[in-house]
């Protein structure tokens, strides 16, 4: 079965910091691999995405994140955040061939001035 | 509509009462999903459906927790004899299959509050 383990619940930097938000997953098959967004009071909106070619993907707002297949993670970075990254941020894996796509815990990342 | 709406966006309920929590998936999306939202938990999967065949209810955490989809659209959930346990957000996605890529498309929730 696959799983999804992010190491940080919360995550404090100032504006203009660089950020790196941790994930790690298992599964025994080839996986493909999300990062999503949830700003306060809204939805979840997909942030970038791993299927497949390149290691190194890049999303909106300028996040990117890289798979690293013998560690087995997919973190996400930003060189510089901004206030309006304030939000949670979820990781989240499908192994190939399941329809089911499982979520970490989540990573509460705030933003001080 | 343009994306997934789910209703009632709040609901207050006593412990034992049943509720039905309703999604309605975007336009021509054969695949939808449950996930629930609780604090410092994540998402944790419920139930997912796929055009006709059997749903995935290997999420469910109690027998107490059902889950249907009528026509091929929308879906409502229902917990029944409600505990304070369940108080949570309640989160629908839908999606394309068939090139299936994994980007869900989700609600804005339902949060629930067993008192």
């Known amino acids: 079965a696959q799983s999804v383990t992010q190491l940080d619940s919360q995550v404090p930097v100032f504006e203009e910091a660089p950020v790196e938000l941790r994930c790690n997953y298992s599964?025994?098959?080839?996986?493909?691999l999300f990062w999503y967004v949830q700003y306060p009071n809204q939805g979840l909106q997909l942030l970038l995405k791993?299927?497949?070619?390149?290691?190194l993907v890049k999303g909106i707002n300028g996040f990117e994140a890289e798979f690293n297949k013998s560690q087995t993670s997919f973190h996400l970075r930003k060189p510089s955040v901004h206030i309006s990254d304030t939000a949670e941020y979820f990781c989240a894996v499908r192994s190939q061939g399941a329809q089911k796509l499982v979520f970490g815990q989540g990573t509460r990342l705030t933003i001080n001035p | 509509g343009a994306g997934v709406s789910q209703s009632p966006s709040n609901k207050v309920t006593e412990k034992g009462k049943d509720v039905e929590l309703r999604c309605d998936p975007i336009s021509g999306h054969t695949a939808l999903y449950w996930y629930r939202q609780s604090l410092g938990q994540g998402l944790e999967f419920l139930i997912y459906?796929?055009?006709?065949?059997?749903?995935?209810k290997s999420g469910l955490p109690s027998d107490r927790f059902s889950a249907e989809r009528t026509g091929g659209s929308v879906s409502t959930l229902t917990i029944q004899r409600t505990q304070q346990e369940d108080s949570a957000v309640y989160l629908c996605?839908?999606?394309?299959?068939?090139?299936?890529?994994?980007?869900?498309?989700f609600g804005e929730g339902s949060r629930l509050t067993v008192l």
């Open positions: 459906f796929q055009g006709n065949s059997a749903p995935d």
């Open positions: 996605a839908s999606t394309v299959t068939g090139g299936f890529t994994g980007e869900l498309f």
């Open positions: 791993y299927l497949s070619g390149s290691t």
């Open positions: 599964s025994s098959v080839s996986v493909y």
